[in-house]
């Protein structure tokens, strides 16, 4: 895949970006960066005001990222002629599709690691879940995440941290406080 793709292409597939909104319409912000220069991948935030968090979270997430997979389908077939390729496009050699990577924070204790909350299933925090000292609940854990987010089309997790904190330092700057699984460096790896 990567061979048949313009060097303008591979650079475009290394970038993940954000964008502000909701809009991703022809001439949106995010429209353009996906067809124009195909990047990789989409980070999404409810900071950025991608989706608002309440009932219905789970249907806009939804619908957000079939336009954006469609967005990046399309461009794989059209010549937009808005970057000097060395080779032009044509229908033979068009750009294989290669599906964005859209990717959330959903790290767990709500507010401001989980991304979605709205009609989701609350999760607990890694401290919690560490405290449990049990690796069942972490796959099962991980089994609901993966589960919802993959309904929603997110097909990549940014989270949870796997940091070992074996001296906690309340108060400091940089404290992750309860998103450490603990302080054993073969239970969090576990």
């Known amino acids: 895949i990567i061979s048949r793709m313009s060097v303008e292409d591979r650079v475009g597939q290394l970038f993940m970006v954000t964008f502000p909104g909701k809009e991703i319409g022809p001439g949106s912000y995010i429209a353009e960066l996906v067809q124009k220069y195909r990047v ?6 409810a900071e950025n005001g991608n989706f ?7 249907r806009q997430v ?7 997979q469609r967005l990046a389908f399309t461009a794989s077939w059209e010549v937009t002629g808005t970057i000097p390729y060395t080779t032009p496009r044509t229908a ?4 294989p599709y290669i599906p964005l990577f859209i990717a959330v924070n959903q790290e767990g204790d709500g507010y401001p690691y989980t991304e979605l909350r709205g009609g989701m299933t609350p999760l607990p925090s ?5 405290a449990t000292w049990n690796e069942e609940n972490a796959e099962e854990i991980g089994r609901i995440v993966g589960r919802e987010l993959r309904a ?13 904190l074996d001296t906690p330092r309340p108060g400091m700057k940089g404290e992750l406080g309860v998103r450490t699984l603990g302080g054993d460096p073969y239970w969090v790896g576990k």
């Open 40 to 45: 990789g991948g989409v980070l999404l935030r």
């Open 52 to 58: 608002s968090n309440g009932p219905n979270t789970p």
């Open 62 to 68: 939804a619908e957000l990222t079939n336009t954006l």
């Open 92 to 95: 033979v050699n068009a750009p």
């Open 126 to 130: 890694s401290m919690a879940l560490g």
């Open 152 to 164: 929603l089309g997110i097909n990549m997790l940014l989270g949870p941290c796997l940091v070992v």
